[in-house]
């Protein structure tokens, strides 16, 4: 009796001393999280003992939207991940946790209510009565609208009736802002009055240098000599101006008026669209010494919509730089995007980019799309890179550089790519590395490879060195269907 005693006793000692074993099993929980919207930065928290946390995040479709991998500090964990500004609407399932230790949560992506606009109100009107309204007959009145639209006061119409309106000119524009010649030969520019409805259209040519390039009364113009002329047309009624500039070269190629010189403008042209289906074609300025090809869209108002530049791929170029007024870029919302294609990489803006910023007050402003230069990186970061491309972003302000960077500003990049084979079997994890101020790689956790495209494309609200890399991240010890 006393032995059974003795055995159970033990039995009970060896339960008691493995009991605090279990409890101490491996933990991870995930905070719940508020519905966003498409563009929102959403944080992921929660707490963990592992020592690495893995987070997937995984779309209605069942397709990969986020992957990272985190280190807990102090047994809690946190990360960020920007919506897409295009992204469906709908609940997304998240999981964090490392083996069979996992969490899960859901993240509900709404719809962005919709914009309220504003009626316009109505302009201020100005009125040049030429002759007193004291009589019946046809009057002529000349209105001035101070806003937007058109509208007949009812001063004028309790007058006399019926009334003649005469709508004046407000701008002009010309099909092409940049055009290539040789000598002896033609092409016509067409001129646009606007409005449509404006009264008098009618406008003048001039050249700046006729021994250059020569202009006739309807707009066509012949080259001369070698060399560079400014035409411009001007309209009759308000001396609204627009202008183009041509290049004359010899049935050589010369475009210089002496010299061998490294520009090049004459044989290379950029390609401008906007969403409207106006094209045209800018002059491009090629410095094979500089490794630099440039364009310049003074002359060019941006489009109310889209404005999509493509420079050519040009031989000895790896920096491709585009000038812009100031006052294209700072606009008070997004009315207008830029989009600037070349073979290193592609970015757009939005026309609100340098609306706010301090310190710019200048008339100049110019984006450079170049390719990084890997020598320059410690180590550590050009080994994880390898012969993945990196590029160079940057902002210059009357030819001085500045560190752009404005969070209610969203930029979109492309950076053209080819994946290897063993890449493209895991193509969620090739990513976008922003290289910072001490040559550290910090993920975009947005960067995603398109292979429609044959790109890999990221939003970003500032300008730096990016470089595309390679992120596998394991999920061998995911039990299956844990996931």
């Known amino acids: ?39 929102d930065t959403v944080t ?55 083996g069979s230790t996992t969490a899960t949560t859901t993240l509900s992506v709404t719809a962005l209510p919709p914009i309220q606009l504003a009626t316009p109100a109505k302009p201020a009107l100005s009125y040049d009565l030429s002759t007193a309204m004291t009589t ?44 290539n010649l040789l000598i002896g030969n033609s092409q016509t520019l067409t001129a646009a009055v606007m409005p449509t409805d404006a009264a008098n259209k009618a406008v003048t040519w001039s050249s700046s240098d006729a021994a250059v390039a020569s202009v006739d009364a309807n707009g066509k113009v012949t080259g001369v000599a070698v060399g560079t002329a400014t035409i411009t047309v001007t309209t009759e009624d308000g001396g609204f101006t627009a202008s183009c500039t041509v290049t004359v070269s010899s049935s050589n190629g010369d475009s210089s008026s002496g010299g061998s010189g490294t520009s090049a403008t004459s044989n290379y042209t950029a390609d401008v669209k906007t969403d409207n289906g106006s094209e045209t074609t ?24 889209e404005t999509v530049i493509t420079i050519p791929s040009i031989s000895d170029v790896d920096i491709y730089l585009v000038g812009i007024p100031v006052s294209e870029l700072s606009t008070t919302d997004i009315q207008k995007t830029l989009t600037i ?23 100049k402003s110019q984006i450079s799309i170049g390719q990084g230069n890997k020598s320059t990186l410690p180590a550590d970061t050009k080994a994880a890179i390898g012969d993945r491309p990196l590029i160079q972003l940057t902002l210059s302000i009357d030819g001085k550089q500045t560190n752009w960077s404005k969070p209610d500003a969203l930029v979109t990049v492309s950076i053209p790519y080819t994946p290897t084979e063993t890449e493209l079997e895991n193509s969620e994890s090739i990513v976008i590395w922003y290289i910072d101020g001490s040559g550290n790689a910090v993920s975009v956790p947005n960067g995603h490879f398109d292979p429609a495209t044959g790109t890999v494309a990221f939003t970003n609200t500032h300008f730096s060195d990016f470089a595309v890399g390679y992120n596998k991240v394991s999920f061998k010890d995911v039990a299956a269907g844990a996931w």
Not at 5 to 15: C, E, F, G, P
Not at 66 to 94: C, I, K, N, Q, W
Not at 168 to 175: D, E, F, P, Y
């Open 44 to 98: 992921i928290s929660g707490t963990s003992s592992l020592s690495e946390v893995s987070i997937k995040v995984i779309k209605p479709d069942k397709t990969i939207l986020f992957l990272d991998t985190v280190t807990p500090s102090g047994g809690t964990f946190s990360d960020t991940l920007t919506l897409p500004e295009d992204l469906a609407t709908g609940a997304y399932s998240m999981t964090a946790g490392s």
């Open 136 to 179: 019946g007959g046809s009057y002529t009145v000349t209105v001035t609208a101070l806003g937007a639209g058109r509208y007949v006061d009812s001063e004028a119409s309790q007058k006399s009736s019926p009334q003649t309106i005469v709508i004046g000119v407000t701008g002009a524009s010309l099909n092409a802002v940049g055009i």
């Open 341 to 363: 294609r070349t073979e290193v990489g592609s970015v757009t803006v939005g026309s609100n980019m340098l609306t706010g910023v301090s310190g710019i007050s200048k008339s």
């Open 282 to 305: 800018l002059p491009v300025t090629v410095n094979k010494d500089a490794g630099t090809a440039s364009i310049d869209v003074s002359s060019q108002t941006l489009s109310q919509g």
């Open 1 to 39: 009796m006393k032995k059974a005693i003795i055995s159970v006793m033990l039995t009970l000692a060896m339960l008691i001393a493995f009991t605090p074993t279990a409890l101490c099993a491996e933990q991870v929980t995930l905070n719940a999280l508020s519905d966003a919207n498409a563009g």
